[in-house]
Structure formats: structure tokens, C-alpha cells
Antibody, heavy 119, light 109 residues
């Protein structure tokens, strides 16, 4: 059974960087069959897939076009976790952020982190 | 980008059958997945690849697809099934490949 545990601040100032981490147990971030995703949910935009990282003999990333210029998802093999960085945030980035595993669907989810962008 | 449309709400009496639809252009060419989300909780995958159930999901949850509409059916509805339900597809040709539906609130009367 895969478990995902999220950590990171719940309040970020406008123009700063949102940073979250997702620790994995029950699987490996370096698995050749898994993918590790970040998804957010807000009342105004619903669910929005942001991007993923995965290992297939080398590391790959896919990002949604809406955040591609601002997002970085990185694996950390030493800690078996992956991270989200979203730069230059605005109040529109206020949402509950989830990490999730899965290639084309999302079978395991983190507990969610409400991130508020406000000064 | 690809759009998935769901009815905002469905009401059903206990023991009856709830049907939640998800419409999308040529949705039959894609694999449809369904999630249950209760207030304050993360989503739970209840159906994947149109009609398969993950381990631990009751047989009361089933999925089907016909034409441009996918349907999640909940048989013998229980009070604990009250939740929001979302469909989802992966549109690999899109710049926003992970697409979710608008969500349906299921109320158990």
C-alpha cells in the first residue's frame, strides 16, 4: 500500500515561491512504472493537474502549459520523495495542493495542503 | 483543452441506484476514471479504465461508457456514499493532459 505524506507551508506571499514536498512509502520514486504528480483544487478552477516526474532509465518531467514557465517538480532519491516549486505566485494560486501517484489515473493521494497566497 | 461535463447534483434514496454522467467529445476513445471525495478529504479512486474497480472498492460501484457519455453507477446506495464524484481522463494530445470533470454532488435523501 502506497502512502504519500505532504509537508510545506500553508501561507505564501505574492511573488514568492510555493514549495511542497511529498514523502513516499510503499513504493520508490525511482520506480520504472510509476509517475508522481502534483494536482491542485480550488473552488474557482476545480481540479487542475500541474505536472509529474517519472523515471524511465532517466528522469522526465511533464508540466501543464498553464504553469510551465513557473513550475519545477524534482525527485529526491535519497529521501524517496518529490517536491513542487511554483514561482511568482499570485492569489489565483490559492488552492488545496495534492501529490498523487499514477500514470494516467491517480491511485494514491496525499492528504492535501491548503496553500493561501496573501500578504 | 478537453472539457468533461457532469451534472452538478444527483439525489437518491437509500437502497436505490445513483447514476452520474460525464460527457466529453469522443470520450469513448479515452479511458475514464472516477473519484469519490468526501468533505475535507483527498479523492479516492473508485473506478479506473472505464469499468475496473481498485482493490477494496465495493462491487456496488460500476462504470460504463456509451457514445459520448461515461456513467458511474452506484447500486444499493448507502448514507456513506454521500460525496462529490469526479470523472477524469488523460488527453495525451493536450497541453493540459490530466483533465477532471466539474464534479457531481450525490445527496442521499
Amino acid at each position: 500500500q502506497v502512502q504519500l505524506q505532504q509537508s510545506g507551508p500553508g501561507l505564501v506571499k505574492p511573488s514568492q515561491t510555493l514549495s511542497l514536498t511529498c514523502a513516499i512509502s510503499g513504493d520508490s520514486v525511482s520506480s520504472n512504472s510509476a509517475a508522481w504528480n502534483w494536482i491542485r483544487q480550488s473552488p474557482s478552477r476545480g481540479f487542475e493537474w500541474l505536472g509529474r516526474t517519472y523515471y524511465r532509465s532517466k528522469w522526465y518531467n511533464d508540466y501543464a502549459i498553464s504553469v510551465k514557465s513557473r513550475i519545477t517538480i524534482n525527485p529526491d532519491t535519497s529521501k524517496n520523495q518529490f517536491s513542487l516549486q511554483l514561482n511568482s505566485v499570485t492569489p489565483e494560486d490559492t488552492a488545496v495542493y495534492y501529490c498523487a501517484s499514477g500514470w494516467t489515473n491517480f491511485d494514491y493521494w496525499g492528504q492535501g495542503t491548503l496553500v493561501t497566497v496573501s500578504s | 483543452s478537453y472539457v468533461l461535463t457532469q451534472p452538478p447534483s444527483v439525489s437518491v434514496a437509500p437502497g436505490q441506484t445513483a447514476r452520474i454522467t460525464c460527457g466529453g467529445n469522443n470520450i469513448g476513445s479515452k479511458s475514464v476514471h472516477w473519484y469519490q471525495q468526501k468533505p475535507g478529504q483527498a479523492p479516492v479512486l473508485v473506478v479506473y479504465d472505464d469499468s475496473d474497480r481498485p482493490s477494496g472498492i465495493p462491487e456496488r460501484f460500476s462504470g460504463s461508457i456509451s457514445g459520448n457519455t461515461a456513467t458511474l453507477t452506484i447500486s444499493r446506495v448507502e448514507a456513506g456514499d454521500e460525496a462529490d464524484y469526479y470523472c477524469q481522463v488523460w488527453d495525451s494530445s493536450s497541453d493540459h493532459p490530466g483533465v477532471f470533470g466539474t464534479g457531481t454532488k450525490v445527496t442521499v435523501l
